[in-house]
């Protein structure tokens, strides 16, 4: 089906029409079209436009009024000095909101040039515990990749998890020498693989350094991992299959899928780092100074006024993290064929890839054809302000954190639960998609380059700003659809609306607009923040027009058919923030 035109974008081409015919001399002028607390639109373009002309605004307001096409427009006011308050149609409310409802995706457009984006998001590190600093990187790219796969955009994930450097000659080294210590990936689970990994890290980091002798020949077998010996990338496999495994049961408790293929980590660029420092060199983007190979930036500088370098390659010949980047960029660019790179890293590298972005740029591999994009986020505070920590000062483990929310959500879902006759199966269930819900809408209603506070009370809370909000919103319209019985949802544009019915209805056709525009501009939290008034836009319609005891059998079936089309609207907008919506609560 094509896309239904909002009837915002069908007003300003009302106004645009309208503007052409009225004053020609004008040329094309942008209406300037918002929503109102006066009317149902407001439009402020002529105000400019009367400078330009240097005419009096109200009289060309009045000019254009009389030359609006009036099929969808009601009444048009001249405001204040040259204002135009708009009041549209119910008839034309209705039917728009009619075509949406026919329509699978409820009228979001797609995109008429889609791309190929490399989403680079959760990337965790080998042999070590995922922490709350990985919630962030992980939930935002998990909503970004659904917001962009909707709108037409081919995503292609990359976890670039952390499986190279020299932790993995001490850890190999110990596992040599004491051998058994982890068992087959495929005979444990996420929490017997996390405890084997903890126990040899911490094991092999005690001998470390305490042996000098230990710690030699645990350089050496780093020498031996660059190099490709056999027993050593055999056991470094060992590391990185039992760190998957573990991996796979946090992301499965986020309720995110994640695929093996997508998991790509530092040591897949390994082989391409020598080719791309030669290529950097050869093209004069990277210099040698001081036997490093580097890239200076003018407007880049320290505190000592000096230019900040980014390096490529070490004096001693080694590589580290801007030759893995710049590597994965030129795979990702020449290999997947991407259009756009977004990387969903803490907002405290976005210098080091501002300068991996410029180096890039210069040596050709990004430009107008193919955009990269940091989106860097903030971090996540405790209740203090500070960054979230337990009471011990230590770094709160990411799948100690989504237990608790599911613990503390399944209560509030147990306590509600006698009203609707939840068996003990779908309590706990359900308990667990309001909880990681609440952790993932309470960081994606927060702009992603913005901290924000960690407060379980607040998040799995029925009121306010919360997911569990919207999700009981929805599962109370799918209990009045059950209980409509013989009634069925469908659109009167023949009837006039009420107040409530209006403004649910406007915000229920600005739902394609949104999604639209917050994937263009990689903005989870706009979706967020529409859903959320969305469902206090249907309180208010629900405690003011009642449903199934409405006066007329038209009206009833008016009415449930804005309560499907919300439903419908809440359930799309939380899937493209990875959130469930259980249909009873």
């Not at 370098?309 to 993290?321: E, N, R």
């Not at 009833?556 to 609207?569: G, I, P, Q, S």
């Not at 493209?576 to 009873?584: A, C, M, S, V």
Request: glycine fraction near 8%.
């Amino acid at each position: 089906m094509a896309s239904v035109h909002s009837l915002a974008s069908t007003v300003q081409q009302r106004l645009a029409d309208a503007l052409s015919a009225a004053l020609p001399e004008a040329g094309s002028t942008d209406p300037l079209l918002r929503r109102s607390d006066r009317a149902d639109f407001q439009a402020n373009g002529i105000l400019a436009l009367a400078k330009k002309l240097k005419g009096n605004p109200r009289e060309l307001a009045t000019k254009v009024v009389d030359r609006v096409d009036g099929d969808v427009i009601k009444e048009i006011e001249v405001s204040g000095p040259g204002f135009l308050n708009i009041t549209l149609a119910d008839r034309a409310i209705i039917e728009t909101l009619a075509a949406r409802a026919a329509d699978d995706r409820l009228g979001v457009p797609l995109k008429s040039d889609p791309g190929v984006t490399v989403i680079d998001y959760a990337q965790p590190n080998v042999a070590k515990e995922m922490h709350v600093g990985h919630l962030r990187s992980a939930v935002i790219g998990d909503a970004l990749r659904a917001m962009l796969d909707f709108t037409g955009e081919r995503t292609i994930g990359r976890h670039h998890i952390g499986d190279w450097g020299t932790q993995f000659g001490m850890l190999i080294q110990y596992l040599i020498e004491n051998p058994g210590q982890l068992a087959p990936a495929e005979e444990v689970d996420g929490e017997q693989a996390m405890s084997n990994l903890n126990r040899v890290y911490k094991a092999s980091r005690a001998v470390f350094d305490s042996d000098e002798q230990f710690k030699e020949r645990a350089r050496k077998r780093v020498v031996a991992l660059q190099s490709g010996d056999k027993e050593t990338l055999e056991l470094w496999q060992q590391f990185v299959d039992e760190s998957k495994v573990y991996f796979n049961s946090v992301f499965g408790k986020l309720d995110m899928d994640v695929r093996d293929d997508e998991i790509v980590g530092e040591s897949a660029y390994n082989d391409l780092m020598p080719e791309t420092a030669r290529l950097l060199e050869e093209s004069g983007v990277a210099v040698r100074s001081e036997g490093a190979l580097v890239v200076f930036f003018d407007e880049i500088r320290g505190k000592d006024d000096q230019p900040v370098p980014l390096i490529v390659q070490k004096a001693d010949g080694g590589f580290g993290y801007a030759a893995s980047d710049l590597s994965a960029i030129r795979d990702r660019v020449t290999e997947l064929h991407a259009t756009s790179l977004i990387y969903v890293v803490d907002v405290r590298q976005s210098l080091h890839f501002k300068m991996v972005f410029e180096t890039a740029r210069r040596a050709g591999w990004l430009g107008d054809d193919v955009t990269a994009h940091n989106m860097g986020y903030g971090t996540v505070l405790g209740a203090d302000g500070k960054p979230f920590k337990t009471r011990e000062g230590e770094t709160v483990k990411l799948e100690d954190l989504l237990d608790e929310a599911a613990e503390r959500a399944t209560a509030v879902v147990r306590d509600k639960a006698d009203k609707v006759g939840l068996a003990e199966e779908e309590i706990v269930e359900n308990g667990r998609y309001v909880g990681i819900g609440a952790v993932k809408y309470a960081d994606l209603s927060t702009s992603a380059n913005r901290d924000y506070k960690f407060d379980l009370d607040q998040m799995v809370s029925l009121n306010g700003d919360t997911s569990v909000y919207l999700q009981y919103a929805y599962a109370r319209i799918k209990s009045i659809l059950r209980k409509a019985g013989a009634a069925s949802p469908a659109a009167h544009p023949e009837l006039e609306l009420a107040p409530a019915e209006r403004a649910l209805g406007l915000h229920l056709d600005a739902f394609g607009d949104t999604v639209f525009e917050a994937s263009a501009e990689y903005a989870p939290h706009k979706v967020a923040a529409y859903l959320f008034q969305l469902a206090s836009l249907f309180t208010t319609f629900y405690d003011q027009c009642p449903v199934l005891k409405a006066d007329t059998e038209a009206q009833v079936e008016n009415r449930l058919f804005l309560c499907e089309l919300t439903a419908r609207t809440l359930n799309r907008g939380m899937a493209l923030l990875g959130i469930r919506t259980p249909e009873r609560l």
